[in-house]
Nanobody, 124 residues
């Protein structure tokens, strides 16, 4: 069973950048598909993107395409989300998730393990 801990959130001005990290422990990191989701105030949890077991990247949400980049470091057992050109509407709690499925669907039910989340606030 894998445990996930996110870090790197904070307060940033619009147009700025942040890099989120998700450290995994207790499992075989490369055997999981790893994803980032976010939940904005008053909204459902939204899929951002995922890296599957062979290193391939699943499609980004339209709202972040071209601005966010997902990556992983297998040796460090860490998933990253580089966020550039941040907008106030990117304000949310960002969650890391892991799935034992191959190319899991971009929905919360497809992921077995979740971190506690890290808050990102973008000021205008």
């Amino acid at each position: 069973q894998v445990q996930l801990v996110e870090s790197g959130g904070g307060v940033v001005q619009a147009g700025g950048s942040l890099k989120l990290s998700c450290a995994a422990s207790g499992g075989s990191f490369s055997s999981y598909a790893m994803a980032w989701f976010r939940r904005a105030p008053g909204k459902e949890r939204e899929f951002m993107s995922a890296v599957v077991q062979n290193g391939g990247t699943l499609a980004y949400a339209n709202s972040v395409k071209g601005r966010f980049t997902i990556s992983r470091d297998i040796a460090k057992k860490t998933l990253y989300l580089q966020m550039n050109s941040l907008k106030p509407e990117d304000t949310a709690v960002y969650y890391c998730a892991a799935s034992t499925s191959w190319e899991p669907a971009p929905i919360t039910d497809a992921y077995n393990y979740w971190g506690q989340g890290t808050q990102v606030t973008v000021s205008s």
